[in-house]
């Protein structure tokens, strides 16, 4: 079974500057995505970058950026130009593309405080 | 496009009673999945949908939980005999299966507390 581990529970970062909140992952297989979601506290879930495996090029989405390595099976993402509408929990998640079903894996979670 | 929508979004009930959630999820999407998050945790899988069919389960999912998408459209959730333990946010999230990564949306959850 994958899991996800996302190993720090607590990130401030002062507004304008940048943050990496760290994920990395377990899974014997070879094609799979790879998801960040934020979570604001009214609760909604909210897409905000995702990787396909076999892409080495790393998924940019305006101040959101990730650094995905395989080998390493580590999946950071980077938030540039913090903003106060930054702040909220990221979920990291895993979903396999070999056939493993459709559901996402997700980690416990980095609750993102954003400074002035 | 109006998005997942999840009713009601707070229930409030007492142990042992049953309780039903409805998901709408974003027109057209034909897959669907209710997961569980507890506080201060990632949502947990339930189970999903495509169109009608319900193609996999969790063992989170006990003989109490029932979920169905009779028309392939909206989803309901039932938890018969409610515990203490149920309380937790029920996530429903759609996808289309066309779509590159079959990419997840997430609807706003039902808060379940179970006195």
């Known amino acids: 079974a994958q899991t996800v581990t996302q190993s720090q529970p607590e990130m401030s970062v002062q507004e304008a500057e940048t943050v990496t909140l760290s994920c990395t992952y377990d899974?014997?297989?070879?094609?799979?995505?790879l998801f960040w979601y934020k979570q604001p506290p009214s609760r909604q879930m909210i897409l905000v970058i995702r990787q396909e495996a076999y892409k080495q090029q790393n998924a940019t989405e305006n101040r959101f950026s990730v650094n995905f390595q395989k080998a390493a099976k580590s999946f950071s993402l980077k938030i540039s130009d913090s903003q106060l509408g930054d702040a909220a929990m990221y979920f990291c998640?895993?979903?396999?593309?070999?056939?493993?079903?459709?559901?996402?894996?997700f980690g416990t979670g980095t609750q993102l405080k954003v400074e002035l | 496009d109006t998005g997942v929508s999840q009713n009601p979004r707070h229930k409030i009930t007492k142990r042992g009673q049953n309780v039903t959630f409805r998901c709408d999820p974003i027109?057209?999407?034909?897959?669907l999945y209710w997961y569980r998050q507890t506080l201060g945790q990632g949502p947990e899988f339930l189970t999903y949908f495509q169109n009608e069919a319900q193609l996999e389960k969790s063992r989170l999912l006990s003989d109490r939980f029932s979920a169905e998408r009779p028309k392939g459209s909206f989803s309901t959730l039932e938890i018969q005999r409610t515990e203490q333990g149920d309380s937790a946010m029920y996530l429903c999230a759609s996808s289309l299966v066309y779509e590159v990564q079959d990419t997840q949306y997430f609807g706003p959850g039902t808060r379940l507390t179970v006195l």
């Open positions: 899974t014997s297989e070879s094609d799979y995505y």
């Open positions: 027109s057209e999407h034909n897959r």
């Open positions: 998640a895993y979903r396999s593309a070999e056939g493993g079903g459709n559901k996402l894996t």
